[in-house]
């Protein structure tokens, strides 16, 4: 056995991490012929979950984050990858191997995708790529993608495709994630269906197996004749693939959704078969990708900048580079830790990418170089206390607060609450007079307070002091977010407010109810709690001062309301997806499990003819038993209440 120690372990960024970690894991799975221990390998998960506790490897792995898709699926052919290309001249050699047409189709960034459909049409297995070979079975939780059919009108046969998150909808949730891909990811892989649902993702298909197409192009069509989403493509020939190219990435920036690159394949499926495969991909089909989302550039220097919850955060100063269109000049490089681990030096060229032509990023040192080591400074450059160094970040440790830090946390708060008009000269007086101290300030501030200070006149006072007082009223969800904890941002405030309605219960939470929410994970839950805690006094201070609106989930109306259903067994007059979207249109809710909670157990009426009973009316029987009011309930007797 090999042994890895924890500072290599350390020593490793993500992208290696991760890569170490599906080597192992496919060493041990499929070769059965590990070359670390388990106890090594758990400190590379335990490592991975640390420093990128969203990541999809976790659940894909991970027994305690307990992805509970542990089903596996063999897949009919092979999910195999693509080639790629960089240059129009590579695309033409690829295209010189055969002829006809060439179909041509936006390559999307999401997750590839096995439908089975039956004989009847009806949708009977979905399952992830996995390995190439063996995919997870994701079946129950793709029905809830509502661009997949239950039922087309053919079959048996199998689809591919790419399930993504669309742009817009990953906008909610983009602070917490690095990009839609591992979001969908997560999304795709939970316990409970309606989880997966709630993450509205969706789906295009590419390819067809399982009948006798001619064309890529008839694929296509048949595919919109089942009603399943295609991207736009285009037939081309050899002349005109580089300008389909140019129009897909001319495109790009108005898609929902996220493009990498085109994909290129023969549009005849004769053609295709002579060209074969590698082991690797096949070879009548290849991605062109889209260049210019990154680029190679030297590392200036490193300047040092204090947020507001005093981490002091490294920025990278590099020799402008064009990335997507717009000059990047310099880039966060995010904690110490991160920067000491890449072995960044002043003069190192490095690779930086803007991912979906988004934020900048330094991806990884091409070459160190001999420049000076960046050394992180001792001292705090803005209130200049000492600085300490805890889990790589980089803290200022000044007690009584950092005088940055303290102006970006007014600056926040007053950014959340939508208060307009305090810019950052104007807090940094009401700072430096002793005005406004911490948030709750804002809402003493009288008139006369503001006009002892310089160029402020009568009507800007009373204009200020007014935009205040229209502040009052703040929702749960903006009082918790204003307050500048760390990992309260957006998308982990919304689910706060939602999930648990009232500021009192979320400041009663503990780390593991905020670890059984799916996005948290531990890093987020400590966060959230130590956060709270420590804002305890300005919490305090603020509910004397504000109107907070506290939304309790208030039961959608409907004759069902506040009753949960639960289906087992199969059902004779309709799908059972449809027999749930009646009952949650009437208001019901689809419970996930068999608890003393549940209203209805639904038995199909296959199952309640022969009364074969399975584990859930059996573990309902000894839950009546015990005396729960639960009542298990025939299809028949659901069609009655259904009406
Ligand atoms: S054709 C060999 N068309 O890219 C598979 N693939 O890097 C040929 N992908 O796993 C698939 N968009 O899931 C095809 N328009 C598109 C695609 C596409 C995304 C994915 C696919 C595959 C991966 C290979």
């Known amino acids: 056995m090999k042994k890895i120690s924890k500072a290599e372990i350390e020593a490793l960024s993500l992208e290696e991490l991760e890569k170490q970690i599906r080597h192992h894991n496919q060493l041990y799975f499929e070769k059965a ?22 990541s999809a490897l976790l659940s894909e792995i991970y027994p305690d984050t307990s992805s509970p898709i542990k089903k596996t699926i063999s897949h009919s052919s092979p999910m195999l990858s693509l080639d790629k290309c960089y240059e129009e001249k590579e695309l033409l050699k690829w295209a010189e191997k055969f002829e006809g047409d060439i179909w041509a189709t936006p390559k999307i960034d999401g997750l590839a995708t096995e439908l089975r459909y039956n004989e009847e049409g009806r949708l009977i297995l979905a399952a992830t790529r996995g390995d190439g070979i063996v995919g997870e079975d994701i079946t129950e939780n793709a029905r809830m993608i509502l661009d997949i059919p239950q039922k087309i009108s053919a079959g048996p046969l199998e689809i591919r495709g790419e399930i993504y998150m669309r742009l817009s909808i990953f906008e909610a949730y983009k602070e917490g994630f690095a990009n839609p891909r591992n979001l969908a990811a997560g999304a795709i892989k939970q316990k409970n269906p309606k989880k997966t649902k709630a993450y509205q993702l969706s789906f295009f298909g590419y390819d067809i197996l399982g ?181 790589d970040f980089l803290y200022c440790s000044s007690k009584t607060g950092c005088r940055r830090a303290k102006l970006l946390e007014l600056e926040h708060f007053m950014k959340v609450i939508e208060c307009d008009g305090f810019g950052e000269k104007l807090l940094e007086k009401l700072y430096d007079n002793g ?20 160029r402020m006149g009568e009507t800007l006072a009373e204009k200020l002091i007014g935009n205040i007082q229209a502040k009052k009223n703040l929702t749960l969800e903006k009082f918790i977010r204003a307050l500048g904890i760390r990992e309260l941002a957006k998308h982990s405030a919304k689910i706060l407010a939602k999930e648990f309605g009232s500021l009192k219960k979320i400041l009663s939470l503990q780390e593991e109810d905020l670890e059984a929410i799916h996005t948290f994970g531990p890093v987020i839950a400590r966060e959230v709690v130590e956060g709270l805690s420590r804002k305890r006094g300005l919490i305090e201070r603020l509910i004397e ?34 027999a749930e979207k009646k009952v949650e249109a009437l208001g019901g809710e689809i419970a996930s499990g068999v608890t003393k909670d549940l209203t209805y157990l639904v038995i199909g009426s296959e199952g309640y003819a022969n009364r074969e009973k399975g584990n859930k009316w059996l573990k309902a029987e000894t839950l009546i038993a015990k005396g729960a009011s639960l009542q298990i309930i025939s299809e028949e007797e659901l069609l009655e209440k259904l009406g």
Not at 33 to 54: M, V
Request: aromatic share 8%; hydrophobic share 35%; glycine share 6%.
């Open 435 to 454: 005005l406004v101290v911490d948030a709750s300030d804002f809402f003493d501030l009288k008139i006369s307070d503001l006009l002892d200070l310089e």
């Open 211 to 391: 009948l006798p197409l001619k064309t890529e192009e008839e694929k296509f069509k048949l595919l919109q004749k089942f009603s399943i989403p295609t991207v736009e493509s285009k037939k081309v020939n050899r002349k005109t693939m580089h300008e389909a190219y140019e129009y897909f990435l001319a495109k790009r920036a108005q898609e929902d959704f996220e493009t990498d690159g085109v994909v290129f394949k023969a549009n005849s499926t004769e053609e295709q078969k002579h060209l074969g495969f590698t082991a690797h991909h096949p070879r009548y089909a290849i991605a062109y990708k889209f260049q210019g989302d990154s680029g190679v550039t030297t590392l200036k220097e490193v300047e040092w900048s204090v947020s507001r919850t005093q981490v002091i955060t490294p920025v990278g100063i590099v020799e402008p580079v064009q990335l997507s269109g717009a000059t990047v000049r310099h880039v966060s490089l995010h904690n110490v830790g991160l920067m000491q681990k890449l072995g960044l030096r002043v003069g190192s060229k490095v690779l930086m990418m803007r991912r979906g032509g988004v934020i900048p990023n330094l991806e990884n040192v091409i070459e160190a170089g001999e420049g000076p080591e960046i050394v992180p400074p001792s001292h705090c450059p803005s209130c200049h206390a000492a600085t300490e160094l805890r889990d």
């Open 545 to 578: 001062r504000v109107q907070l609106i506290e939304m309790l989930p208030v039961p959608s109306p409907g004759k069902f309301s506040g009753k949960t259903f639960l289906f087992t067994g199969k059902m004779s007059s309709m799908d059972r997806s449809e």
């Open 33 to 54: 012929a590990p070359e670390i221990s388990d106890y090594d390998f758990d400190q590379l998960l335990l490592r991975l979950k640390k420093i990128s506790p969203s």
